[in-house]
């Protein structure tokens, strides 16, 4: 064979390697991420060239591969390391194709969707998207079971509650616009909310929209894909009752957040009520800009304190009434002393013994729900904290305990840093961004794909499960 053909033959060979490759990279991806998830960002995305070591994906929009960098960059990397030595780094470019020019005029800097984007007819995107745009009411359902009669009241939340009851009796008074609840997972934040939306509708000719802060984000982006942006403003601003869900979602998000602060603006400009809930105070809500956290704090602010014992005896109670199952009072005390980190998960242990009293048909015991609850107790019996684990990680592996939270990549020590978080996220009762913060400010989707990698490494090497077990059961002794 002559130079160049064989030069040719090398070259389509490497090619065909890098499209299986990519295939691979992203099937893996889409099972990490979800399937809407990766619809809305990473379908888009198209193989490019390599040079040298580096894969250049193309997007075809600035915003998008923005948000895939920040989101998936790191992700994207490794998986493609990890199917193919040829490629080391993943460059992502803007590429607009060329019936974008004709379609839109508002060159680099605008949020043009190139003809690409806008889905065909019969790809399921389009499906996706003409739901959503279609749906006229932007509210996500509520939660029939979260009403103001079936939250407990007690010391811990009976401001929030009061300062709910109010402005659902009279939205939109003075000192109670913006309504913002904060405090941590599984308190009645969202049960709040719901309740206080059930109960407009119920007494009045009241438009409302409740959605959580990523949804808010997600609607927004899709309407830029869709070209219907000003249509999802106008909706918006059509509301009398806007709640945004766990706002601080927007942290990090520019151009979600701008909006939002516009759409917040127009609102209270015009006399609506909005609610909004976070996991901490407005002040404490640092990545949010100024402006938008000052105007979050200017109307009411009310905090969620932890549980007391008390409280959670007494949402035991009501729960196992509603239920129409007996539990022993002394049984309900056993959890209200044990199961201590949220409401979420006191609730859930107590359906598991009503369900399993109910399956094998004989009441609930204080034996009966200490062997039901094995695990769950267990895991509260000592208290785990993140700080042990990643000091037992870095001992097992001989790293720097500093790694755990630095930026480096190395698979010395990267690979350990996933492990610490996985024992975090199995654990500990933290969530995946409180998780985050805590290796060194990690976005909580890092979190998630590091128990997911672990996990599955975990299936493929014995001999890494065993290590991992092992520290698992030397925290939890
Ligand atoms: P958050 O939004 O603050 O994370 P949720 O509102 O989702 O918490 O509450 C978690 C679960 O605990 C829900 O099922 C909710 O009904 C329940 N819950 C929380 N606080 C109370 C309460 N005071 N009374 C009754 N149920 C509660
Ligand atoms: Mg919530």
């Known amino acids: 064979m002559e130079e160049t053909q064989l030069k040719e033959v090398r070259t389509s060979s490497a090619q065909s390697l890098l499209e299986a490759a990519w295939t691979r990279v992203r099937d893996k991806l889409k099972s990490e991420v979800g399937e809407v998830e990766y619809r809305t960002w990473l379908q888009q995305i198209v193989l490019g060239p390599l040079d040298e070591n580096e894969i250049v994906l193309y997007m075809p929009s600035r915003f998008l591969r923005d948000w895939v960098r920040e989101q998936y960059g790191e992700r994207l990397q490794s998986l493609w390391r990890h199917e193919t030595p040829l490629v080391q780094r993943v460059e992502l470019q803007v590429r607009k194709t060329s019936s974008s020019s004709e379609t839109s005029s508002d060159g680099e800097e605008g949020e043009s969707v190139p003809a690409q984007e806008v889905p065909q007819e019969s790809t399921p995107d389009t499906t996706l998207l003409h739901l959503q745009e279609s749906r006229n009411d932007l509210a996500a359902p509520l939660d029939p079971r979260f009403t103001f009669d079936s939250f407990v009241v007690g010391k811990p939340n009976e401001f929030a509650y009061a300062c709910a009851r109010r402005v659902a009796e009279k939205p939109s008074s003075q000192g109670f616009n913006p309504l913002f609840l904060y405090g941590g997972v599984g308190l009645g934040k969202t049960h709040l909310m719901h309740a206080i939306g059930s109960e407009l509708i119920k007494t009045g000719n009241v438009s409302v929209a409740y959605m959580s802060g990523e949804k808010f984000m997600y609607r927004f982006i899709a309407s830029i894909r869709s070209q219907s942006t000003m249509e999802f403003k106008k909706q918006l601003r059509s509301v009398d009752v806007l709640m945004i869900d766990d706002v601080q979602f927007l942290i990090g998000k520019d151009n979600t957040q701008e909006e939002f602060f516009h759409t917040f603006n127009a609102l209270v400009d015009a006399g609506r009520q909005i609610i909004v809930s976070a996991d901490k105070s407005p002040s404490d ?23 007391t014992f008390e409280l959670r005896l007494s949402i035991l109670e009501a729960k196992a009434r509603a239920s129409g199952t007996h539990v022993p009072e002394k049984v309900m005390e056993y959890l209200a002393h044990k199961i201590t980190s949220n409401v979420r998960e006191l609730e859930g242990a107590l359906n598991r013994l009503i369900a399993h009293a109910d399956l094998v048909g004989r009441p609930v015991t ?36 500093t790694d755990m939270s630095s930026a480096r990549r190395a698979r010395a020590v990267a690979r350990p840093r996933q492990v610490a978080m996985y024992l975090a996220k199995n654990l500990t009762s933290r969530s995946l961004p409180e998780i985050g913060r805590k290796f060194g400010n990690r976005d909580h989707t890092t979190v998630m794909h590091a128990v997911a990698r672990v996990a599955e490494l975990m299936e493929q090497d014995p001999s890494f499960a065993e290590s991992v077990e092992l520290l698992k059961r030397m925290l939890e002794s």
């Open 366 to 401: 204080l034996e009966s729900t200490q062997d039901v609850l094995k695990d769950m107790l267990k895991a509260h019996e000592r208290r785990v904290t993140i700080d042990e684990i990643q000091r037992k990680v870095a001992e097992h592996w001989n790293i720097r305990l």
């Open 285 to 307: 809500l640092s990545g949010l800009e100024d402006r938008l956290r000052t105007r979050l704090g200017s109307g009411m602010v009310a905090d969620i304190h932890a549980t």
